[in-house]
Every structure is written in structure tokens, then in C-alpha cells.
């Protein structure tokens, strides 16, 4: 699997997996770090380091399981970019010496190169004698050319819970305040989201939109002078990344967490469960797994990717209905207490593998 780092959301449930007590209680578990890459930034590029890493993993691998005889392998590899190419190699060597193997897909990206023929011919052989582990089942799409329903389990992620109380209520304030949290990068929507803001205002609304997340492909000087151009400099602060209370702190003080994110390997938003956490309702978009966590106007609403004006409706529906948007965020903070807890993701990814060693 893949740990940190770098800190990415399926290195993260790497971690929460290698530390859960109720896995390692239930099985006897060997545990190796898939990555090859420390930075984010390193993530699909190819290099001497790299390959190296490979090749030292591809011996570990093979020790450990001449030592240990696992009765299952289970395996979190890449669904698209270069790195599909490293961790199809690695499921074919493992293929080798043991053939009760499962895949724990937490991106996407299979179908939109299923079509080409390299592409396909890899992902026929790829998916031969697998079982996957999805998301959710608006994912399943992307892998139904290869395989059957019938061979695939979901379990949707889980997270701990907040270091800083999110039933505390928030500081009074008259001004609404937004919340953004992902990495700075435009696929996360952060200038769908600017734009939005920017229309917001024209409307006449008193607000605060809060950025948080590290600096990629939109740099700190750029976004800056976008928030100058729109004439958003009291409207919008952005704060870097937060992490730990710092992070907590800024979610108790939001009244809506906004999310338009066009990623294409968008699956399952973490940061849509830590805003459900804090009783936030969201404003996010159909990408991925997306809806499952966020039901349309039950625990907040879902928009089209790069639509501003119908981003800019519903932050405008979140501030002229506090009260509703308030019972919006309970509804969402009831849902993350049946379904996204940690313990709740432990539970089920026990489930399914004892299911898989039967």
C-alpha cells in the first residue's frame, strides 16, 4: 500500500490501515510501502532514483512473501499516469507467487484510456484473476469493461475523529464565512470558486471565503493578483496549509464548506467527511464518488464542474437560509457518525477481507 509521504489521501488510508488494531487483531499482516516518490510533486515522473526504488521494492516483495506465504495480497495501485505502468508491473510480479490477490483502486482513471489499444491490452491483463475494492459504486463505470460486479466490494473511507470538538459552536459573527480545503491547485476548483466569490459580491452579500491548502500549480503571487483583479481583497483570505488544531480550529469557524472540484482522478474527498465532521453542509460537485458522500440538498448540494453562476446560486441559498443550512450540516455530521468514522472504514475493510480469505 502507500504511506506517507508524501501526504496524499490514499497514503492516508495506507497509514490508518498499518495502524488499525482491529486489522492487525484480525490478521497477521506484512506491511509494504508502495511509493516511490517523497514530494507530490515527484508523483508520475519517471527518474534513476525511481527505478532503483523499484527494483529494491520488487526484492522486498518477493522476500517477504517467500518468508511469509500471505494467504492474501492485497495491493492500492494507480489507476492512470506513469505510475499505472510501475504498479501494473509490480501486480504481475506478485501475480507470480500468489494468485488470492485484491486491489484497492482509491483514484480513477481506467476508462478514459480504455479505448486505446496498449492501454486496454494491459488493463485485460491487469484485471485477470483480481478481485477490486471501490470507493463507492459511482465508481464502478470506470472499471466495468474488465471486471464483473459480482467481483467487486465497496468501502468507502473513514477518518478519525477531530482533535478540536466539532459540535463546539462557532465564534458569533455576522459575516458568513466559506471554507476551501484541498491543495491549491486550479482542478480543485479553487478559481471556479474565486469567480463564484467574485459574483457573490456583485450581488451585494457581506462574506468570507477561507483558502487552505499548500501552494501547486496556482503559486501564492498568482492567486493574489487574481483576488486583486476581482476585487476580493476583504472577501477572501488564504492561509496556506493548515494542519493539526490549526486546521480543526478554521473548520469549526466556517458555516459551509465549498468544494467545486473537476479533478479528474477525484474518488472519494476526504475533505468532504472532515467538513462533515464539523457539521458543515457542502457545496461540491458530481465528480467521482462524490455524491455518495454529499446527498443533493439533504446535507448540502452538488453543482456542475466550472458552472460559477450556479456555484455562486447556492453559496447565495447557503447565506439567505442560515437556519437550513444549519440543519443541512447536522444531517451531514449524522451521516459521517453512521458511515465515514474510522472505526466504521476499519469494520468494513475487516469484512471484506475475511471475506476474500475464506
Not at 284 to 311: A, K, Q, R, W
Request: hydrophobic content about 40%; aromatic content about 12%.
Amino acid at each position: 500500500m502507500h504511506m506517507p509521504p508524501p501526504i496524499h489521501g490514499a497514503a492516508m488510508m495506507g497509514k490508518y490501515i498499518h495502524d488499525s488494531k482491529l486489522v492487525n487483531d484480525e490478521f497477521e499482516c506484512r506491511y509494504i510501502n508502495m511509493s516511490t516518490s517523497n514530494k507530490l510533486n515527484d508523483i508520475g515522473k519517471i527518474n534513476l532514483h525511481k527505478l532503483f526504488s523499484l527494483w529494491s521494492l520488487l526484492k522486498v516483495i518477493r522476500k517477504i512473501i517467500r518468508d511469509f506465504s500471505p494467504g492474501l495480497i492485497y495491493l492500492t495501485p494507480n489507476a492512470s499516469g506513469k505510475a499505472f505502468f510501475k504498479d501494473f508491473l509490480i501486480i504481475q510480479f506478485v501475480k507470480c507467487h500468489c494468485r488470492n490477490i485484491v486491489v484497492h483502486y482509491h483514484n480513477k482513471g481506467i476508462s478514459t484510456n480504455q479505448d486505446k489499444w496498449l492501454y486496454d491490452k494491459l488493463h485485460k491483463k491487469l484485471f485477470e484473476d483480481l478481485k477490486v475494492i471501490l470507493l463507492s459504486k459511482e465508481l464502478y463505470p470506470d472499471i466495468s469493461k474488465y471486471v464483473m460486479q459480482e467481483d467487486v466490494y465497496y468501502c468507502a473511507n473513514g477518518i478519525p475523529m477531530a482533535s478540536v470538538d466539532p459540535v463546539l459552536k462557532k465564534e458569533n459573527s455576522a459575516v458568513f464565512r466559506f471554507l476551501f480545503l484541498s491543495n491549491m491547485m486550479r482542478s480543485k476548483g479553487v478559481y471556479t470558486l474565486l469567480n463564484a466569490c467574485m459574483l457573490l459580491k456583485k450581488k451585494g452579500f457581506s462574506f468570507i471565503c477561507t483558502f487552505i491548502g499548500d501552494w501547486k500549480d496556482i503559486t501564492e503571487i498568482d492567486f493574489r493578483k487574481r483576488v486583486e483583479a476581482l476585487q476580493l481583497t476583504n472577501n477572501v483570505i488564504a492561509v496556506g496549509p493548515k494542519y493539526g488544531e490549526d486546521k480543526q480550529r478554521l473548520l469549526s469557524m466556517a458555516d459551509c464548506f465549498v468544494f467545486p472540484t473537476v479533478y479528474a482522478n477525484e474518488a472519494f474527498s476526504l475533505v468532504l467527511l472532515e467538513a462533515m465532521q464539523h457539521r458543515l453542509p457542502c457545496i461540491s460537485t458530481y465528480e467521482g464518488g462524490i455524491p455518495s458522500i454529499v446527498d443533493d440538498e439533504e446535507t448540502g448540494f452538488l453543482v456542475e464542474v466550472h458552472n460559477e453562476e450556479m456555484l455562486c446560486d447556492k453559496m447565495k441559498w447557503m447565506m439567505e437560509n442560515p437556519d437550513e443550512a444549519k440543519k443541512m450540516g447536522n444531517k451531514g455530521w449524522s451521516k459521517f457518525q453512521q458511515e465515514y468514522t474510522l472505526e466504521a472504514f476499519e469494520q468494513r475493510f475487516v469484512n471484506i477481507l475475511k471475506a476474500l480469505t475464506c
